[in-house]
């Protein structure tokens, strides 16, 4: 019973926290109403049975969820030119390379192989925009926001996991109290051909696939490791990536490792550790059942002022922000090329059609290799050495 409840909490937890981040991210790359619920309950569902399937294939408490750092580069990259199909597009490049990672360890080393430094950097420069979206919403719409800011530091203060759920409960009733009736049945499942448009593809795609690798799928790994769990990990990435292949044409933008909301069902608080991968396939089953209320999320998303969704959906990011800022700068001789990396995504310009996420991995890695070889080079023979 313990395991159940345990799984049962990671589900709301996970959902209530982030699927403000999904809508709004989904809503940004060109998705309506419809498109935007579809894709929540798409990733939802495939989530679920991702997760449900992996915990009883290997008896381990294998949390599955979507991308949220991915969302949140689906924010700050906006809609492409192509529209939202072109998104789609860009959804399916990335679940076929998680599929490719799984099964061609090398490019899976390829990918471990981007410094943190510069993988952190280019995180927190996706997350930052949105992370400040609370201090404008509180600017902007103190009504409505400050109360919200208030209840997230003080839930925060006795039970972090429930901060933004309560941040959360708090925005919902606000809005209904003073904006439009809200009305949401189920959400349809909505097919959005996919084009595949070369901008989208590198812009989106590739920065989508590397931020849900780095941000979601490798710190996964660790948070088992920590609890004593080792899965393997390639068939993991294979059963992810085709899940995210799947749910893309029905708005779905990336599956992956449960990264947060992992220690939930991996911690003490899911049992005997035999027992906790009970945890896992509860929380799979919560997902994918919580995804049924993904048109009555939307109609809430859609009826409230755009800044405080951004704020409570900030608020969930904040703890990202931090992680990934102190993966900048751990490397103290990586932090020029951070710092390069950070600037360039934060900046949210485009060039060539491609986004600042793109061009922010760029600048970074070839800083880090322009110091690199700078290092390698000797310099003139001392004193001492002659």
Sequence with gaps: MQAVLAGIVAALVGFAGAFTVVLTGLRAAGADEAQAASGLLAVCVASGIVAVVLGLRYRMPISIAWSTPGAALLISAGTPDGGFPAAVGAFLLCGVLIVVAGLVPALARLVAAIPPHVAGAMLAGVLLPLCLAPVRAVAEVPLLAAPVVVVWVLVGRF???????????????????????????????????????????????????????????????????????????RPILAATGVATVAGAPFGGHAVNLAAISAALAAGPEAGAPERRWIASVTNGVGLAVLGLGAGLATAVVVASPPVLIEAV????????????????????????????????????????????????????????????????????PTASGR
Excluded: K
Excluded at 182 to 207: E, K, M, N, Q, S
Excluded at 340 to 362: K, R
């Design 313 to 380: 959906a900030g608020l969930a990011l904040l703890g990202a922000l931090a992680s990934s800022l102190a993966a900048a700068v751990a490397d103290v001789d990586g932090r020029e090329a951070a710092a390069v990396t950070f600037v360039v995504t934060a900046a949210g310009v485009a060039f060539l059609g491609l986004g600042s996420a793109f061009w922010g991995l760029l600048a970074g890695a070839a800083m880090t290799l322009l110091h690199r070889r700078r290092a390698a080079v000797p310099g003139p």
């Design 159 to 233: 039970a972090r996991a429930w901060a933004v759920p309560g941040a959360l409960v708090v925005a919902v009733g606000l809005i209904v109290a003073t904006g439009p009736t809200v009305v949401g049945g189920a959400p349809a499942v909505v097919w959005t051909p996919p084009t595949f448009d070369l901008p989208a593809l590198v812009g989106i795609g590739l920065p989508l696939f590397l931020v849900t690798m780095a941000s979601q799928n490798v710190p996964g790994m660790a948070v088992l490791a920590q609890f004593g769990y080792r899965p393997p990990l």
